[in-house]
């Protein structure tokens, strides 16, 4: 009933910035926190930034002052601004979102995915 649609991944050289977003649709009915999360070759899936309802943004460090998370409610959409791109930040870039939806019946809470973009960044 719920998908996640990403876009805006690609290849960039060190230093330069790229612009991810993804769009919530389906039987919505509200949506809590979204967010970013990213896998490198090896590595295990971390959070990159999410964003609560209300607005309030959270980071890992390792993001902190290079990337900026926003959402645009009206729109069910999460963004994720990537400047200062380093090569550690190659990645498939994973959109997530926690969404309550119905089935005409009731409601129901869950736990939604994207389907990933590759971000690579070259030295």
């Known amino acids: 009933q719920v998908q996640l649609v990403e876009s805006g991944g690609g290849f960039m050289q060190a230093g330069g910035s790229l612009r991810l977003s993804c769009a919530a649709s389906g039987s919505i009915v509200g949506i809590n926190a979204m967010g970013w999360h990213r896998q490198a070759p090896g590595k295990q899936r971390e959070l990159v930034a999410d964003?609560?309802?209300?607005?309030?943004?959270n980071y890992a460090d390792s993001v902190k002052g290079r990337f900026t998370v926003s959402r645009d409610n009206a729109k069910n959409t999460v963004y994720l601004q990537m400047n200062s791109l380093k090569p550690e930040d190659t990645a498939v870039y994973y959109c997530n979102a926690k969404i309550v939806y119905h089935t005409g019946l009731s409601y129901y809470p869950g736990d939604y995915w994207g389907q990933g973009t590759q971000v690579t960044v070259s030295s």
């Open positions: 964003i609560t309802s209300g607005g309030t943004p």
